[in-house]
């Protein structure tokens, strides 16, 4: 139940981010990381990771994609970074970026790999 809480919580977060970047109102502690070189894309990978797994985690269930199964949430959390991503072209103070969606993308695939080595872990123990 926490884990659903905490996914729900980073979510709503997330948003927060998003609504706030388009409106051209960064939050100070997210609009420092501008600051550093590649520090916005160093957030894509750990926020989109750390969305990632803790949806993938908290909502484990699969879909098949030919002999693969792959989360449900991770697919989700990846179709929403590339929507955000493009509709920033929308927005004056926001641009479409390649390399920023594509560290999105990698966000997301960290993020169902740390999940997946997660739940074997605990399969593992409870055997």
Known sequence: MILKIAALGFLLFIFFITIAADAGQMPGVLKAMYDFPNGDRVGHVMLY????????????????????????????????????????????????????????????LLGSLASHRWWSASEKTEQ
């Open 49 to 108: 990771g750390i969305l990632t797994f803790l949806l993938t985690s908290a909502y484990p269930k699969r879909v098949k994609l030919g002999l693969r199964s792959i989360p449900l949430f991770s697919i989700v959390v990846l179709i929403f970074a590339t929507v955000e991503e493009c509709s920033q072209s929308l927005f004056a103070s926001r641009t479409f970026d390649l390399i920023d969606l594509s560290c999105s993308c990698i966000g997301v």
